[in-house]
Nanobody
Framework: QVQLVESGGGLVQAGGSLRLSCAAS????????MGWYRQAPGKQRELVAT???????NVAESVKGRFTISMDNAKNTVYLQMNSLKPEDTAVYFC?????????WGQGTQVTVSS
């Protein structure tokens, strides 16, 4: 079964940067989109950023200008570059890859931003 493996989370000071990676354990065909979600303590899961098969991107208003989503189709990998991190960015981040028939979720990686 396909598994998405996330990496890159950790503890960083406010204003710092982190780069999250999410790689599929095997090739996923007919990918429609990839994205990142996050869930902060006591909050609902929210969409952070998406990128379509055609390379079009969209990011949440709260992270515009600070976060960038990118992908490597050949490696079935999606990235989230996070700059100018704020304490309110603290959350568990989950990647998602939407295929033609189903979607896949990563296990989540903790991002903690200290003030």
């Amino acid at each position: 079964q396909v598994q998405l493996v996330e990496s890159g989370g950790g503890l960083v000071q406010a204003g710092g940067s982190l780069r999250l990676s999410c790689a599929a354990s095997e090739r996923i065909l007919s990918i429609n989109a990839m994205g990142w979600y996050r869930q902060a303590p006591g909050k609902q899961r929210e969409l952070v950023a998406t990128i379509t098969r055609g390379g079009r991107t969209n990011v949440a208003e709260s992270v515009k200008g600070r976060f960038t989503i990118s992908m490597d189709n050949a490696k079935n990998t999606v990235y989230l570059q996070m700059n100018s991190l704020k304490p309110e960015d603290t959350a568990v981040y989950f990647c998602n890859i939407a295929g033609a028939y189903r979607s896949y979720w990563g296990q989540g990686t903790q991002v903690t931003v200290s003030s």
